[in-house]
């Protein structure tokens, strides 16, 4: 009995060893095949630029396997410290030559800098149990601009109807100055619009038709005031100011007219000449992301001396 159990114990030691010394070996092999090569892992970060204000806005990373074997990776990002988020990972097995891509929406809540720092990828074959950790340099600075994605859809909803059907000439109460043309009477037409030299021409009825004067003044004005800096649905009232401001002047300009804009508070801020050329949404764009509530009552019988001298 003594003879048998010694002999099972140095079977089951031996067998021991062996599993040791084989684990020990795969542990060596998966650490030479991982850190054999230079650049095992190619990734990319891919932000909307710039970023919009109040809307949800897309972050795409996408990983390439340079291996010759296929790997478990881990990687994790790190946006910006505005947005909180402390935790963005993405697991996946990657075969060799293949790549994948990760997607996520950020949601800025403010207007400046967004730092976008390195990737982190963790990388990790046959047992495992050893990573080796890839640094990809992915460092970007992405300015929060106001709601661009929001200027888009307000001009796809004005102007997709006339996009479908074509231009239609509408009939609208009273008329401008601006004239267009002469054209025969119809039921409908304002009887004071009647051009008395032409009927007498044409020995019919003639009346004088006018159409939208172009090319107007618009001025916003945006209030900064110390109301303005109240929260709302993770925005500041002024941030959605903003936003609108930018949507509505780019309307306008897209409608022919000129477009201004002025900041006040307790005393007169920003002023921009309206104007209506390529580069003024641009411009009014600039102007916009640099706004910041001054946390003062606003002095309305200050900017009604400033519209008076500067408008």
């Keep these: 009995t003594l003879f048998v159990s010694g002999f099972a114990y140095k079977a089951m030691f031996l067998i021991a060893q062996a599993a040791l010394g084989l684990f020990l070996a795969l542990c ?33 990373i996408s990983v390439e396997n340079h291996f010759p074997f296929t790997i478990r990776s881990i990687v994790y990002d790190n ?27 950020i949601h800025p809540n403010e207007r400046g800098e967004f730092k976008f720092k390195d990737l982190y990828i963790y990388c990790s074959a046959l047992t495992h149990l050893i990573q080796r950790k890839v ?8 300015p929060a601009y106001p709601s661009i994605i929001q200027m888009k859809q307000y001009e796809l909803k004005v102007f997709a109807q006339t996009a479908a059907t074509g231009i239609k000439k509408i009939r609208r109460l009273g008329h401008n100055n601006e004239f267009e043309q002469i054209k025969p009477y119809v039921q409908g037409d304002d009887i004071r619009t009647v051009n008395w030299k032409a009927t007498s021409r044409m020995n019919e ?45 780019n309307i306008c300009i ?5 477009v201004g804009l002025m900041t006040f508070s307790d005393k007169l801020g920003a002023k921009l000449a309206a ?37």
């Excluded at 630029?49 to 949800?56: F, R």
């Excluded at 993405?90 to 996520?104: M, P, T």
């Excluded at 640094?135 to 992405?142: G, M, N, P, T, Y």
């Excluded at 897209?254 to 000129?258: A, E, I, L, N, Y």
């Design 28 to 60: 060596i092999l998966e650490v030479v095949i991982l850190f054999a090569r230079r650049n095992p892992i190619a990734a990319s970060r891919k932000v909307m630029n710039p970023l919009s204000v109040g809307d949800d806005n897309k972050v795409t």
């Design 79 to 105: 946006p910006p410290k505005q947005l909180q988020l402390r935790n963005q990972s993405f697991a996946n097995r990657l075969e060799a030559g293949h790549s994948a891509q990760f997607d996520y929406l």
């Design 135 to 142: 640094v990809v340099k992915q460092k970007q600075i992405v």
């Design 205 to 249: 009825l003639m009346v004088n038709q006018y159409q939208d004067e172009r090319e107007q003044q618009v001025f916003t004005i945006i209030d900064k005031s110390r109301a303005m800096r109240m929260p709302f649905n993770e925005l500041t009232l002024l941030d959605y100011a903003i936003n609108s401001t930018l949507a509505f002047s």
């Design 254 to 258: 897209r409608k022919g007219d000129k």
């Design 275 to 311: 104007d209506r050329s390529k580069h003024q949404l641009a411009k009014i764009m600039e102007l916009l992301y640099a706004q910041k509530t001054r946390f003062l009552e606003a002095n309305y019988e200050m900017l009604y001396h400033g519209i008076r001298n500067h408008i």
